[in-house]
């Protein structure tokens, strides 16, 4: 190989080497999404590159477990954080970012409930089909979906005729395609959604507070100017404008 060449390679591998350095994973919750994704956009600023990786808390959570490369991690509930912390991941306690509320929405816009405790309204609407929710034993937002109907006191019939799916993405996009009369999915997922309306919200009394706490997973400075970018002021107002509470410990 030409001795010139060689001085080359190694500037080449070096610059590579840094820039892949600087990269840091985000795992979040699929209701995270655009918040993820501003990040991205901010970070590039700093000359930081952000990778989002996407999915149920509770499958990144057990990839984190795992050895998964996470820098950052958001959960759509405290149960699946908590479940990382007690195996002593994360540089520091995580912090509660943000809230959100349940809504049942359709894919047809002329359907609408006036009383959610009442199992002859829901089969009227479903008419035979199913009801599109989270999986209701380890995806937050049908745990969530659970708990209120269970305190609706209409789960025990309407369990059995539910669409469990691995995240609230794929919740709406059953609602989106029709391919369920109705969802239940978060006040977010309804707002930036053109094909799925609202039907009704969930009375935020029947289920447990909805709380995405984050957690630096890195001790790297990149990762720590990223996480501290979820919880500054420029961020909490995107998370109104995008539907969410925005919380502090």
């Known amino acids: 190989m030409p001795r010139i060449l060689i001085p080359l390679l190694l500037l080449f591998s070096s610059f590579s080497f840094a820039n892949s350095n600087q990269t840091v994973y985000v795992y979040a919750a699929s209701s995270m999404t655009q918040v993820v994704e501003r990040l991205i956009e901010k970070a590039q600023g700093q000359g930081i590159e952000v990778k989002g990786v996407y999915g149920s808390s509770s499958s990144l959570a057990r990839q984190i477990s795992q050895g998964a490369p996470a820098d ?65 034993n380890t995806v937050p937002v049908g745990i969530y979906a659970k708990q209120a109907l269970q305190n609706l006191g209409v789960w025990q019939s309407l369990s059995k005729h539910t669409a469990p799916m691995k995240n609230t993405r794929a919740v709406l996009a059953m609602v989106e395609r029709q391919q369920v009369p109705m969802g239940i999915v978060y006040v977010t997922d309804a707002k930036q959604s053109k094909q799925a309306h609202l039907v009704s919200a969930i009375p935020m009394d029947l289920y447990e507070p909805i709380k995405y706490p984050a957690l630096l ?33």
Do not use: C, H
């Open 72 to 136: 950052i991690f958001i959960s759509a509930n405290t149960q699946w954080m908590d479940y990382l912390e007690q195996q002593g991941e994360g540089v520091k306690p995580s912090i509660n970012i943000a809230g959100n509320q349940l809504v049942v929405v359709s894919g047809n816009k002329d359907v609408r409930f006036d009383r959610l405790d009442d199992l002859s309204n829901w089969n009227k609407m479903l008419d035979g089909q199913r009801l599109a929710i989270g999986e209701s």
């Open 217 to 249: 997973l890195s001790d790297r400075s990149s990762a720590n100017q990223v996480y501290k970018a979820l919880y500054s002021k420029e961020m909490s107002q995107y998370l109104l404008e995008l539907g969410f509470t925005p919380l502090t410990q």
